[in-house]
């Protein structure tokens, strides 16, 4: 028995089947399956099910499991632990950031780690905020860039900056010329909304989903990506919601598009870095953290250490 077998019984229950723990592990599925049944052999009893199209753990497999993951945490913090007395910048650095930041982040973050760390290598991972917040859990990212509503307490929260809300559409749009607008007044027919959260308060005052309500329109778009519904917006009459961060970003790049704020409250989402407590990394996030206080993106605020 050895970690690495641990890492593959666990990573089968998270997953649920041999095929998801082999990609998540990177292992190819009949080594998996291999070594996972040279430790059912070493232990003499199963620790899954192997049913037809479903994967389960048995009575034994649970509290294997369960001691599994305790003895995965603690080699986890040995690590921890011996990367605080080697050199910070010998160590990757891991970062996780939403649909709706990353492409606005990518050469800021660029410039930031060759300013701070020239050294170091650094791997930015896009991804929702919940599987985000599962993978800092999991030590397989550092940090992870989320709103304070998607929170995991579990973790630490460092505030970062806070930045406004808008509604954008198309220049020449009926609505582009108001001073400001409320969640209330956002038109329910022309409203595309994505299907997870920005992190706004307000968010649970604009319309809903409502097929019904778009029922003029050709197209369903909700489940494309947050840029190309933004596209789409240049030439439609369609609108969404949009952070200042990404607005400062279209106005650069010259789309013609229309920014309308929201009026407060909860127009302002408090966006930071989530990160496990105790993580050894935190003197890199307190570096990081004074850079965008000093140089922060345009259309934010910077609230670090305040």
Not at 12 to 26: D, E, H, I, L, P
Not at 96 to 107: E, N, S
Not at 234 to 242: K, N, P
Request: neutral net charge; proline residues 8%; glycine residues 4%.
């Amino acid at each position: 028995m050895n970690l690495r077998d641990l890492e593959y019984v666990v990573a089968v229950a998270r997953c649920g089947s041999f095929s998801g723990a082999a990609q998540a592990c990177n292992v190819s599925q009949p080594a998996l399956s291999n070594q996972i049944r040279k430790l059912e052999k070493e232990l003499g009893t199963d620790l899954f099910l192997r049913l037809s199209g479903e994967t389960r753990l048995t009575a034994c497999g649970e509290r294997v499991v369960q001691t599994a993951q305790g003895m995965l945490t603690d080699a986890q913090r040995i690590r921890d632990a011996a990367t605080e007395f080697r050199d910070p910048e010998a160590v990757p650095f891991q970062i996780g950031l939403t649909p709706t930041l990353a492409p606005y982040l990518t050469k800021y973050f660029s410039e930031l780690f060759s300013a701070l760390f020239p050294r170091m290598r650094v791997t930015m991972i896009e991804d929702l905020p919940q599987n985000m917040l599962e993978m800092v859990e999991d030590h397989r990212l550092d940090v992870a860039l989320v709103a304070q509503s998607n929170h995991n307490p579990a973790l630490d929260f460092t505030s970062i900056w806070t930045e406004p809300l808008y509604l954008a559409m198309r220049q020449g749009h009926p609505l582009a010329t108001l001073p400001s607008i409320r969640p209330e007044d956002v038109p329910a027919h022309d409203f595309i909304r994505l299907p997870h959260a920005f992190g706004y308060a307000l968010e649970d005052r604009l319309p809903a989903h409502n097929a019904a309500a778009r029922a003029s329109k050709r197209f369903d778009l909700t489940a494309l990506r947050f840029e190309t519904i933004c596209r789409h917006i240049c030439h439609s009459d369609d609108c969404t919601i949009v952070s200042a961060l990404a607005a400062e970003q279209f106005r650069a790049d010259n789309w013609p598009l229309s920014f309308v704020p929201f009026e407060a409250p909860g127009h302002l989402r408090n966006l930071g870095a989530a990160s496990r407590m105790n993580c050894p990394r935190k003197p890199l996030l307190a570096k990081i953290g004074a850079y965008i206080f000093d140089s922060p993106p345009k259309g934010v605020t910077p609230t670090f250490g305040t």
